[in-house]
C-alpha cells in the first residue's frame, strides 16, 4: 500500500514537468486578457442604461437567431439521419461527405458561397434580373434568410454525425421485440425509437445552438451590418464605437452562455451512454415504395441545398456578371479569369498596400507557425492527460475552455492586454493556437491513451530495445494523429475569422480578413476578388481535410 | 410429449426466402403440435434465424405460407400475431425499468394499470425475479436480464414463443441452470415454443423435437432419441458429434442387411436396410463407445491388453462385430470426467475408462453403422 502510494504520488509529479508550457501560454494568452475583460466590465462606465438596453437587445436577437437556426438544422439533419443511417443507395458516399465538407469550412467561405448564390450579387439574382426585366418578380431573400440558410448549412453535420451515430447504435432487435409484443409502427417510434434517441437529438440541438449562438462570420457578412448578435457587436464596439466597457461586457454574456450550453451539453453525452448495440444494424436498400420515396427526394432536396452553394462559389469566381468599378465601354459578360489576375496586382487606392496575392502568404505563414506552436504546446498535454490524476481532471477542462468562448472575444483580450504589441504580426498565430490547441489536443490525446502498455511490454520482450519500441509501437500508431492534429491546427490557422479581423495588422491581412475587406468594398471587381479568394481558402481546406480522411484515426476529432 | 401432427398449430409449407440472388432457404416445411417445443437446430448462416423472423412477420418469405390454427398470417402485421421473441442479447428496452420492461406488452394493450401490476408481478414469479420491478435494466445480470426478456414475452399471454439463440451469450453453469428453468415453464404454461440455436446439448435438452437446418434445409428431423440413434447424413453425424464418420466403399453383401465396406482404416461390417451395390461409396459411423477392448494380444499385431470396457451398457452389440475393430497408436489422452478421450493416429477418437499410455498400439472393438 506504502509503494503503490509512492509510485501515485512519483506518477502525480512527473506530468507537472508536461504542464509547464501549456499553463505558460494560456496564462499570458487566455486568463490573463480574460481577466481584464472581467476587470473592465466591473467598470463603472459600464452600467449605463445605455449600454444595458444594448446588451439586452444583441443578447435576445442572439439568442432568437440561434433558437430558430436550430430548429431549422434539426428539420433537415433528422431525416438526413435517418437516411445516412438506415439507407443504402448510390452516391451515397459522396452525398455525405457533400454535407460533411460545410461544416469543416471556414466561416467565411461558407458566407462567400451563399452571396454568390442568393446575395444581392449571386447567381440567383443577376440571373432573375436577366430572366425578368421587371424587377417585381424577382426574390431577393433577405439577409435573415441567407443568415438561417448558412446556419442550416455550416450544421446539419453535427446533427446527422450525432443522431446518425444513436440511430445506427440503436439495437434493431428492440424495434423488432416491440413490434412482437404489440407494437404498432407509430408506437414503436413513440415508446421505444423516440426516446432512445431524445438525449442525442438534445445533445445535437445544443452544440448547433452554440455555433449559431458564437456565429460571427457568417453573420458579419451575410448580415449587412443591420442584424447583430452578440459577436458582431462586441466587433462593432471595439472597432467601430471604440466601446470596450461595452464590448467587454458582452464578451462576458456570451462567455456566460456558452459555458452554460457547453456544461449542459457534455453533462448529456456522460449519460448519453446506454444502448450499445452489439453490432450497428447493417444500412440496407429502400425496401418499399414509401422508402423509395422518401429516399429520393431527400437525396435530391440535400444534393441541391449542398451542392449548388459549393459550386456557386467557384463557379461566381470565373464569371463576370455585372460592371466593375469604374469601368468605361462595353463589358464583356462570362467567362474571365480577371478576378484572379487582380489579385497579384498591386493597385493605388486599393484595399490593400500590397498585392491581395501576398495574403494568401501570409495565411500560410501564420497556419505554418500555428502548426508548430500548437504541436509543440499540445504535445506535453496530451500525454500528461492520458493518464488523468487529480491535477489533470482540473486541467482538463481549463486547457478546453478556449474552445467554448468566442474567438472575438479572444481577439478583445489581446487589445486590451497587449495593445502596445498590436504592430506586430505575431500577435495572430498565438491567437490562432489558442483557438487550434483544443483540438491538436483532442486529436493526439485518444491516439496517445490508445497505446496499450502490454503492446510495448510485448514489443519488449519480443526483443525490442526501448527506442525500437518507441520507432516500432509509438511512433507509427501516432503518425497519423500528429498528421490529423497538423491538419487541424493547419486549417484552424486558415479559416480563423473572429480574432484575427480585430489584431491582423492592415498591412499583414490573412485571406479571411481580406475577403471581408473586399465584400465590404463596392464594385464588381471587388465583389468578383473576395470570390477567388473565397474559392482558393476553399480549395486549401477541402485538400487538407482530404488529407485528414485519408489518415483518418479512430476516435480523432471527437469533441 | 409428442404430438401427433393433426393437432399442429403452426404449419409452414414449402417457404423459401433469397437474399439478392443468394437463396438462403428452400421447400421448408414443417408442424408445430400444441404445447410441443420444436428446436430448429444449425450452424451459423443456415437460415435459422431468418426462419424465426418470417414466422414472427418481421420479414416476408418468397414463397410458402405460414397457418396458425389454420389461419394464414400473411397479412397479419408482427403487432397482431401475439408471438413472444426472446433474443440472444435480450433486448431489453435500456430506457425502463425492469417492470415497465415486462408491462410493455400490457400498456401497449392498453390493459388497466391493476391488471398490469398483478400480470407482470405474476411473469416476474415465473422467472424466479419477485421484487425486481423497480431494478434497472441495465443493472441486471446477463441471466437476469434474460429472465426479464423471457418474463416481458410471457406476460403478453403469446399463442406462439420464440426463442433465437436465448442463451448464447451466458456462461456454462448458468445456461445449464436456466435451460432448466425454461423447459419447466414450458411444461407448465404449454405455450408452443421454437427455439432456436447452434448448440446440439442444449437443443437435445429442451426440445421434444429437433429439425436440423443445413444450407437453407431440413435435412433431419425426430425426436433426439430418434435424431441421436439415427442422423441419416455424414454432416449430422460430424455436427451433432457423434463418433468418428468415416469414408469406405462397399466389397461385397455378405448375408441380409450385411455388407462388407473398406476404408482407409481398415474393412467393416455393417447391417444396413438399404439396398447397396458393389463399390459405391458409403459413410460409416463408428461410435466412439467401445464395444470391447481386445483382451488377448492379437495374434497379428503386438497390442496391449486392456480392460475390458462395460461402458456405455445401453449400446447394444451389432452383428459381426469381430471385424469392426479400430487398431491404432495412441497420439494423444484427454481426461473429461469419467473416461478419458483417446485419440489414435489415424484420426479416430474412442472413450475408454483407463488411459493408455501415448505410443501405445492398441485395438479396440467399436460400432460401426452405415450412414447411407
Given at each position: ?6 509510485t ?28 481584464r ?13 445605455e ?32 437516411l ?105 417510434w ?6 432512445l ?44 464605437q ?88 462595353e ?47 499540445g504535445?506535453?498535454?496530451?500525454f ?13 477542462p ?73 520507432w ?39 485571406i479571411p ?47 | ?9 403452426l404449419?409452414l ?12 432457404l ?93 400480470r ?113 447424413s ?5 455436427f ?33 436396410k438399404?439396398?447397396?451395390s ?9 461410435r ?65 475408462k ?19
Amino acid at each position: 500500500m506504502n509503494i503503490s502510494r509512492l509510485t501515485s504520488a512519483r506518477a502525480h509529479l512527473s506530468t507537472v514537468p508536461l504542464w509547464i508550457l501549456p499553463l505558460t501560454f494560456l496564462t499570458f494568452a487566455f486568463f490573463f486578457p480574460l481577466a481584464r475583460i472581467s476587470f473592465l466590465t466591473l467598470s463603472t462606465s459600464t452600467f449605463n442604461v445605455e449600454n444595458l438596453y444594448s446588451a439586452q437587445r444583441v443578447a435576445w436577437f442572439t439568442f432568437y437567431q440561434a433558437a430558430l437556426s436550430t430548429l431549422l438544422t434539426l428539420l433537415l439533419g433528422i431525416p438526413s439521419a435517418i437516411l445516412f443511417s438506415h439507407f443504402d443507395f448510390r452516391g451515397k458516399a459522396l452525398l455525405r461527405a457533400l454535407v460533411v465538407v460545410p461544416f469543416l469550412l471556414p466561416t467565411v467561405v461558407v458566407a462567400a458561397a451563399f452571396t454568390s448564390l442568393i446575395g444581392p450579387r449571386g447567381l440567383f439574382s443577376t440571373f432573375q434580373a436577366s430572366l425578368f426585366s421587371l424587377s417585381s418578380f424577382a426574390f431577393h431573400p433577405s439577409p435573415f434568410v441567407l443568415i438561417l440558410a448558412a446556419h442550416v448549412f455550416y450544421n446539419v453535420a453535427i446533427v446527422i454525425r450525432i443522431v446518425g451515430a444513436a440511430l445506427s447504435n440503436l439495437n434493431p432487435k428492440l424495434e423488432d421485440t416491440a413490434r412482437s409484443l404489440g407494437a404498432d409502427p407509430l408506437h414503436v417510434w413513440l415508446n421505444v425509437t423516440a426516446p432512445l434517441l431524445r438525449p442525442s437529438i438534445l445533445a445535437a440541438a445544443l452544440l448547433v445552438f452554440l455555433f449559431d449562438f458564437s456565429s460571427f462570420g457568417v453573420i458579419l457578412l451575410l448580415g449587412d451590418a443591420q442584424f447583430s448578435t452578440l459577436e458582431t457587436e462586441i466587433y462593432f464596439q471595439t472597432v467601430r464605437q471604440f466601446n470596450l466597457p461595452l464590448a467587454a461586457l458582452l464578451s462576458i454574456i456570451q462567455l456566460v452562455c456558452t459555458l452554460l450550453v457547453s456544461i449542459l451539453y457534455s453533462r448529456l453525452m456522460s449519460r448519453n451512454s446506454y444502448s450499445i448495440a452489439p453490432r450497428p444494424a447493417p444500412a440496407h436498400k429502400p425496401n418499399n415504395f414509401k422508402q423509395r420515396i422518401f429516399t429520393f427526394a431527400l437525396c435530391s432536396l440535400l444534393a441541391v441545398c449542398f451542392a449548388l452553394p459549393l459550386a456557386a462559389l467557384p463557379f461566381r469566381s470565373f464569371t463576370r456578371l455585372e460592371a466593375d468599378r469604374g469601368q468605361r465601354g462595353e463589358i464583356h459578360y462570362g467567362f474571365t479569369t480577371d478576378y484572379y489576375e487582380e489579385l497579384f496586382v498591386n493597385r493605388r487606392g486599393s484595399v490593400f498596400y500590397a498585392p491581395p496575392i501576398q495574403a494568401i502568404f501570409n495565411s500560410l505563414l501564420y497556419a505554418s507557425a500555428t502548426v508548430i506552436l500548437s504541436l509543440l504546446l499540445g504535445f506535453p498535454a496530451a500525454f500528461a492527460l492520458v493518464r488523468p490524476t487529480r491535477l489533470e481532471k482540473i486541467l482538463d477542462p481549463l486547457i478546453m475552455l478556449p474552445l467554448g468562448s468566442s474567438t472575438v472575444m479572444l481577439g478583445l483580450g489581446f487589445i486590451i492586454t497587449y495593445g502596445r504589441w498590436l504592430a506586430s504580426p505575431w500577435l495572430v498565430p498565438f491567437a490562432h493556437t489558442l483557438v487550434a490547441l483544443p483540438f491538436v489536443i483532442r486529436a493526439l490525446q485518444p491516439a496517445i491513451a490508445s497505446i496499450p502498455e502490454r503492446l510495448r511490454q510485448a514489443a519488449a520482450t519480443l526483443g525490442a530495445s526501448p527506442f525500437e519500441v518507441w520507432w516500432n509501437v509509438d511512433l507509427p500508431i501516432l503518425r497519423r494523429a500528429t498528421l490529423a492534429a497538423v491538419t487541424f491546427a493547419f486549417t484552424i490557422s486558415l479559416g480563423e475569422f473572429g480574432a484575427t479581423l480585430l489584431i491582423a495588422r492592415p498591412e499583414y491581412p490573412t485571406i479571411p480578413v481580406a475577403i471581408e475587406r473586399f465584400l465590404s468594398q463596392p464594385g464588381g471587381l471587388n465583389y468578383g476578388q473576395a470570390m477567388a479568394m473565397a474559392t482558393i481558402l476553399m480549395a486549401l481546406t477541402v485538400i487538407s481535410i482530404m488529407l485528414v480522411e485519408k489518415s483518418r484515426f479512430p476516435n480523432a476529432g471527437e469533441f | 410429449m409428442r404430438v401427433n401432427s393433426k393437432m399442429s398449430i403452426l404449419a409452414l409449407t414449402s417457404i423459401a426466402k433469397s437474399y439478392g440472388d443468394k437463396p438462403l432457404l428452400q421447400n421448408i416445411s414443417f408442424t408445430l403440435g400444441e404445447g410441443e417445443t420444436v428446436c430448429l437446430l444449425g450452424a451459423s448462416g443456415s437460415g435459422k434465424s431468418t426462419l424465426l423472423r418470417m414466422i414472427a412477420g418481421l420479414e416476408t418469405p418468397d414463397l410458402g405460407t405460414i397457418f396458425f390454427d389454420d389461419f394464414d398470417l400473411a397479412s397479419t402485421p408482427p403487432h397482431l400475431r401475439d408471438f413472444g421473441l426472446v433474443f440472444q442479447d435480450y433486448a431489453l428496452f435500456p430506457h425502463l425499468s425492469v417492470k415497465d420492461n415486462v408491462a410493455f406488452g400490457l400498456k401497449i394493450r392498453r390493459v388497466g394499470q391493476a391488471e398490469i401490476s398483478e400480470r407482470t408481478a405474476n411473469s416476474l414469479k415465473l422467472v424466479n425475479l419477485e421484487g425486481f420491478e423497480q431494478r434497472n435494466v441495465n443493472d441486471l445480470s446477463g441471466g437476469e436480464q434474460q429472465r426479464v426478456a423471457l418474463a416481458r414475452a410471457l406476460t403478453i399471454r403469446p399463442r406462439l414463443l420464440m426463442f433465437d439463440e436465448p442463451l448464447g451469450a451466458l456462461d456454462k453453469t448458468l445456461r445449464e441452470g436456466l435451460l432448466n428453468e425454461l423447459r419447466s415453464i414450458l411444461r407448465r404454461t404449454k405455450i408452443p415454443a421454437i427455439y432456436v440455436t447452434h448448440d446440439q446439448e442444449e437443443a437435445f435438452a429442451i426440445a421434444d423435437r429437433v429439425l436440423i437446418l443445413h444450407e437453407g434445409s431440413i435435412i433431419c428431423e425426430g425426436t433426439p432419441a430418434e435424431v441421436w440413434a439415427n442422423p441419416k447424413s455424414a454432416y449430422v453425424a460430424k455436427f451433432l458429434g457423434l463418433g468418428n464418420v468415416i469414408d469406405g466403399v462397399v466389397k461385397w453383401k455378405m448375408q441380409n442387411n450385411e455388407w462388407k465396406v473398406e476404408s482407409g482404416i481398415g474393412e467393416f461390417v455393417v447391417q444396413c436396410k438399404h439396398k447397396h451395390s458393389k463399390g459405391e461409396e458409403v459413410c460409416l459411423l463408428a461410435r466412439p463407445f467401445v464395444e470391447q477392448s481386445n483382451r488377448w494380444p492379437s495374434r497379428r499385431r503386438a497390442s496391449i491388453r486392456l480392460e475390458r470396457q462395460k461402458f456405455p451398457a445401453a449400446v447394444s452389440r451389432p452383428e459381426g462385430c469381430d471385424q469392426n475393430t479400430i487398431h491404432g497408436k495412441v497420439a494423444d489422452v484427454i481426461f473429461q470426467q469419467d473416461k478419458y478421450k483417446i485419440t489414435l493416429d489415424n484420426g479416430l477418437y474412442v472413450y475408454l475408462k483407463d488411459a493408455p499410455k501415448v505410443g501405445r498400439k492398441i485395438s479396440v472393438k467399436v460400432k460401426v453403422e452405415c450412414l447411407g
